[in-house]
């Protein structure tokens, strides 16, 4: 048996969930791998507060640095949080050589060039399972056991928060803020929690994905993002009685040699699978040229389940340094390629839900039509509700597959109609197609 020595740094929700699934089956980790995980330092600004777990004498410290130049430590765990004090850290730990595990996505999709190559030039490695997917061994899997396979789609429900409120919503029919309190309470959601209902989360997560299935650190202003902020209720109703689920969805797909990325609420059909997934589980549908359609499903967020993407990159860590294998997989699929090709925003053809307000006028659909006609929109279904009291009716469309640039004009115009009395509301369909 072989110890390996852990510096923590932050000893928050994760950091506790760490240290207590450490404990818990720190010893069965040692058996099924020979390598003994112990927890030697932990760094917090705080060490006073009760986490409910109690660590040995002299390993808590408020001293971060001393910890990432302490010999005696052999890799970090970097769970500060934010992209600047955890990017000096993680830095720091890398030129020394040590090893450096997180579940910082921000700081990944802001600062992961900067890190992949600075582990590289240092011959060690940086390990992110705990940043996509929470608990799901999501990274794993596509730089193992799909290591064979172009990637040609992935589609991702990656934030337990706003899964969580979308599936009470639909259920329960509560308001959104109070919803997102109880999500909060249950320690799902990000401080502040405008990352996650504006998609911001999801978005980092959606770029350390499309890095690693495409060879080269994507930035974040590859990713247009729209989050669920200000979902109404009736939305979710009209797209529920005509088969489909609101879902905010990560999509990443290659054409062509160019790849395509975007973090948006989107309709999915009741019947995928990826639409069952409530509460703050997440879910990752991959589709390899190789292997065809695979799904990846757990708890999203919460200290245990990211505390076991963590250990698992921990174990890796160790088994990676104590047989020196130097710059591991998780480093090399980043820097495959020194940038990608994208696709324009405009060019991109999809389905989309399309909701309007319209005076209960002669001619009033008909103006709306031709303005889709004139936009080479095919309509696949139109609805229209009984009329408000206002006296205005709503109506709601699903169009066939058009290029973004094209429902972007005609909405212009359909907003700027007479007879349209609220704003459009428009969302992409994804039938998977
Ligand atoms: N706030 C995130 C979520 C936590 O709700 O999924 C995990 O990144």
């Known amino acids: 048996m072989k110890e390996i020595k852990i510096g923590i740094l932050g000893f928050g929700t994760v950091g506790a969930g760490v240290v207590e699934g450490i404990q818990k089956n720190g010893a069965l980790m040692a058996e099924r791998t020979g390598i003994v995980p112990v927890v030697a330092k932990i760094a917090d600004l705080d ?46 730990a890398l030129k020394r050589g040590k090893p450096v595990i997180t579940a910082n996505k921000a700081l990944l999709a802001d600062h ?50 706003c899964n969580y409120i979308l599936t009470r919503m639909e259920r329960e029919g509560l308001p959104f803020d109070e919803i997102l309190a ?11 929690p405008d990352l996650d209902i504006d998609g911001i989360d999801t978005a980092h997560k959606a ?11 994507v930035p974040m202003e590859a990713c247009p993002t729209k989050g669920i902020r200000g979902l109404a209720a009736s939305e979710i109703r009209n797209t529920e009685e005509l088969g489909y ?72 860590a160790a088994s990676d340094k104590l047989n020196g294998k130097g710059v591991p997989v998780s480093v090399t699929m980043m820097l495959q390629k020194s940038e990608l090709d994208y696709c324009a925003p405009g060019s991109i053809e999809k389905r989309c839900y399309i909701r309007l307000c319209l005076e209960d006028k002669p001619g009033s659909m008909a103006k ?35 290029k973004e640039s094209e429902f972007v004009a005609a909405i212009a115009e359909i907003d700027a109609l007479d007879v349209s009395t609220c704003t459009p509301i428009r969302m992409r369909l994804e039938d998977f197609e």
């Open 207 to 217: 770029v350390v994905l499309a890095s690693m299935a495409y060879g080269a650190p």
């Open 112 to 161: 992961g060039e900067e890190i992949y190559k600075t582990a590289r030039e240092n011959n060690t490695g940086i390990y992110y399972e705990a940043s996509v997917g929470g608990g799901i061994p999501i990274l794993r899997s596509q730089r193992a056991g799909l290591i064979g396979n172009r990637i040609e789609s992935i589609y991702g429900i990656l934030n337990g928060t």
């Open 368 to 402: 709306v039509m031709n303005i889709f006609g004139a936009h080479n929109i095919s309509i696949a279904s139109v609805v229209q509700k009984e009329l408000h009291e206002s006296g205005c009716a709503p109506v709601v469309i699903l169009t066939q597959k058009a």
């Open 245 to 316: 689920r609101i879902k905010l969805l990560a999509i990443i797909k290659e054409n062509h040699g160019e790849v395509e990325l975007s973090v948006e609420p989107a309709l999915v059909p009741k019947t995928h699978m990826i639409a069952s997934v409530s509460d703050s589980f997440n879910a990752v549908f991959v589709k390899g040229d190789i292997v065809d359609d695979t799904m990846y499903y757990g708890r999203g967020a919460g200290r245990l389940p990211t505390g076991s993407a963590v250990i698992g990159d921990i174990m890796e």
């Open 182 to 192: 109880d999500a909060q309470a249950l320690g799902y959601a990000e401080t502040p």
């Open 47 to 92: 060490i006073e507060t009760d986490r409910g777990i109690s660590v040995g004498e002299g390993v808590l410290t408020t001293d971060a640095m001393s910890v990432i130049t302490d010999d005696g430590i052999d890799l970090i765990v970097e769970l500060v949080g934010g992209t600047s004090i955890a990017r000096t850290f993680t830095l720091e």
